[in-house]
T-cell receptor, first 113, second 115 residues
Framework: ETGVTQTPRHLVMGMTNKKSLKCEQH?????MYWYKQSAKKPLELMFV???????ENNSVPSRFSPECPNSSHLFLHLHTLQPEDSALYLC????????????FGSGTQLSVL | GENVEQHPSTLSVQEGDSAVIKCTYS??????FPWYKQELGKRPQLIID???NVGEKKDQRIAVTLNKTAKHFSLHITETQPEDSAVYFC???WGEGAGSYQLTFGKGTKLSVIP
């Protein structure tokens, strides 16, 4: 295990539901990330937090709302999603700015009906 | 912004043969090039990386080469084994101490090693 834990592993939700994805890292890292992985597409960076402060938001729709209460926990709140949002959502962490090596979680496989 | 192209999208090789995956990048300022391996149903994991001041790096059966002039880099796996079967992603980032959030990934190559 790499020390990055994501829950739940699988999630099925309707377009009107509200749900949250959780990520926790036990590596003492200072930076955390949300990536979206869709079939036949590159990994897409969604959000970056460095020392609990959001430093990147790559034009992600407002129906995705991140929260980083501390450097060990990261959430992704989901609201009124679309079927095209179905994908694997990966959390990752790194030591922080200047450290390029990413440690990924196992991901949450999300299906929006 | 950076654009990373990866080829081929799928690759099948016989066990024991070599496999080569190629990536090109667009931003000449990119200076860090990692490769991640993702086995079926598992998380991506870094397997090797190279910086722009180095032309080649090896780690046992895995090697990466970088051609800065042509802006391409390649992953070489020798003596392939069934456990090498996975999706491989290349990536590029730029900047002094830029950090992982500058990474741009390729679309991935699904490698199948046939016993």
């Amino acid at each position: 295990e790499t020390g990055v834990t994501q829950t739940p592993r699988h999630l099925v939700m309707g377009m009107t539901n509200k749900k949250s994805l959780k990520c926790e890292q036990h590596l003492g890292h200072n930076a955390m990330y949300w990536y979206k992985q869709s079939a036949k597409k590159p990994l897409e960076l969604m959000f970056v937090y460095n020392f609990k402060e959001q430093t990147e938001n790559n034009s992600v729709p407002s129906r995705f709302s991140p929260e980083c209460p501390n450097s060990s926990h990261l959430f992704l709140h989901l609201h009124t999603l679309q079927p095209e949002d179905s994908a694997l959502y990966l959390c990752a962490s790194s030591h922080g700015q200047g450290s390029e090596k990413l440690f990924f979680g196992s991901g949450t496989q999300l299906s929006v009906l | 912004g950076e654009n990373v192209e990866q080829h081929p999208s799928t690759l099948s090789v016989q066990e024991g043969d070599s496999a080569v995956i190629k990536c090109t990048y667009s931003d000449s300022a990119s200076n860090y090039f990692p490769w991640y391996k993702q086995e079926l149903g598992k998380r991506p994991q870094l397997i090797i990386d190279i910086r722009s001041n180095v032309g080649e790096k090896k780690d046992q059966r895995i090697a990466v080469t970088l051609n800065k002039t042509a802006k391409h880099f390649s992953l070489h796996i020798t003596e392939t084994q069934p456990e090498d079967s996975a999706v491989y992603f290349c990536a590029a980032s730029w900047g002094e101490g830029a950090g992982s959030y500058q990474l741009t990934f390729g679309k991935g190559t699904k490698l199948s090693v046939i016993p």
